[in-house]
Every structure is written in C-alpha cells, then in structure tokens.
C-alpha cells in the first residue's frame, strides 16, 4: 500500500511542528534526557576501565592516561562530522526532501570513515613519534602501543555508529540513539 505525496507531506509537517511549535522548555528537556543517560552510560565505560586498569598496575594506568589525548583527538573528528551531519540532515528533513536525507547521511558516513581511516593510518606510522612528544617513556612505550594499535585498527567501527547517531538524532529521536549507547557500554 503506498500512500500519497500530500500524505506523507502532512506527517512531515506534523513533526515538524513538534518540533517548532510550543515552548522550548519541554522540548529540550524532551530531547535532553535520553542523550544524558547515554552520555553517562559511555563515561561509565571509561570509567570502569580505568578502575580495572589501575588494579593492574601503576605502570599500566600510566600507559593508558598517555592515549586519552590521542584517542579523544581522533573521537573528536567524528563529533565533528556528526554535529554537522546533524545539522544539514535536519535541514533536509524540514524541507521535505527525502532524498537528500538519504544522501547526506550515506555522505557523512562515508566522509567520516575516510577520515578516521587517513587519521588512524597516520596515527599508526607515526605512534612513537606522537608518544615520545607527549612525553611517554621508553619504559611506557610497549604498554601505550599494546593499547593503540588495536584501538587504531578499530576505531573506524567506533566511528560510524556515532555520526550514524547524529543522524538518527536529526529526525528528533533521541530515544533510539541514547538506547544505542547504552547497549554498547553494556
């Protein structure tokens, strides 16, 4: 069964209004929520690590406090690219414009891949270099590197599912995407 075009025009507008009419107030604390509980389930991640890490070892702890910089750097491209993933999809959405929704969020995936991917790779060639400037020890090295180089190989896989987030959060479902997140961090 296929519906009309005035059809699914309407049904457009009708969440559009939602999202443009009324007060502010409860709309952002409609959105806000959801994304708070995912937010913190991810920190929680973190978090836990670093405890589990620390009951290793000093050394261990040491290591991993030197990739934080490295990793959040390379996170930070795909918040990036989300943010503005975000903000052009939800443009095309108020306009109606099906098509271009679909291609700017097959766009900024694929843009956030490449990037991550050029990033990643030269992150990888270059790993002592970036360490030793932040000034890892020789001593740290081999813990920083047993860390890196696994997260490197898979950060694009990390990635994805964030820009992929953004775009879901576009449409003004934050439900689905702080669903995501905690489901990952479990």
């Known amino acids: 069964m296929t519906s009309s075009p005035s059809a699914n025009t309407s049904a457009q507008k009708s969440g559009i209004n939602r999202m443009t009419e009324g007060p502010v107030g409860p709309s952002l604390i409609r959105l806000s929520i959801p994304m708070i509980f995912g937010l913190v389930s991810i920190l929680l991640i973190n978090l836990v ?23 959040f750097t390379l996170m930070s491209f795909s918040f ?15 306009e109606g414009d099906h098509h271009r929704v679909q291609r700017l969020t097959t766009d900024s995936l694929l843009l956030v891949a490449l990037i991550i991917l050029c990033v990643a790779g030269i992150s990888f060639i270059s790993l ?20 890196m180089i696994p997260w490197l190989m898979g950060v694009v896989f990390v990635v994805i599912p964030i820009v992929g987030n953004s775009a879901i959060r576009a449409t003004g479902d934050t439900k689905t995407p702080s669903l995501i997140m905690v489901i990952a961090a479990v």
């Open 49 to 71: 690590d670093t405890f589990y890490i620390s009951l290793i070892g000093v050394r261990e702890l040491v290591a991993i406090s030197f990739t934080f910089p490295v990793t």
């Open 80 to 94: 990036g690219i989300g943010i503005g993933a975000s903000a052009v999809i939800s443009r095309a959405i108020g």
């Open 128 to 147: 002592r270099s970036i360490f030793t400037l932040m000034g890892a020890t020789d001593e740290s090295f081999p813990l920083i590197e047993e860390y």
